[in-house]
């Protein structure tokens, strides 16, 4: 991969998944304090963390970020843990379920695909919607040309019917 391209996906990695900037324990509160990509902090109590439950507290302040932010780890002890994860798991116990859907939900309405922006722009340089046909007496709409009359209309589905059993 040449170095343009390289920096092409990392940017485009960067905006869809949540990596880690920085780690490290917070003793006063036994918690992890983790910094992402979008320079938002997050402290994520110790307990939450089943792989850091047992480990002793001189060993936590030796977590360190995998160089590529998709992970923290604490190499005397061989344990990873994905930030993706992680926070996907923590989540969830922070915002009441609720909330996220609402958040999930309104950010999902406003997305306007491009061609539907583009059709209504071209809709409104013509002046707006086009109006519905008008309905006559009876409730129908208003056709342009001969329409087809009932008795037509049945003559020709009875041509092309073939009755099931005898034959």
Do not use: C
Not at 30 to 50: C, H, K, Q, T, Y
Not at 135 to 156: D, E, I, S
């Amino acid at each position: 991969m040449s170095g343009t391209a390289a920096l092409i996906a990392g940017r485009a990695k960067a905006n869809t998944e949540i990596l880690a900037q920085a780690v490290r324990y917070v003793p006063d509160r036994d918690a992890i304090e983790l910094i992402v990509n979008r320079n938002a902090g997050f402290l994520i109590p110790r307990l939450w963390i089943s792989a850091l439950q047992d480990v002793p507290v001189e060993e936590l302040v030796k977590l360190n970020v995998w160089s590529d932010g998709s992970a923290i780890e604490l190499e005397d002890r061989d344990i990873q843990i994905s930030v993706q994860g992680l926070m996907t798991a923590i989540l969830p116990g922070v915002i009441p379920a609720r909330t996220v859907a609402a958040i999930f939900a309104s950010r999902g309405g406003k997305a306007t695909p491009a061609a539907k922006r583009s059709s209504a722009q071209a809709n409104g340089r013509k002046g707006g919607r086009p109006r519905k046909a008008p309905l006559n007496a009876q409730g129908v709409a208003r056709r342009k040309g001969p329409a087809a009359t009932m008795a037509k209309r049945t003559a020709v589905v009875a041509k092309h019917h073939k009755p099931k059993g005898r034959r």
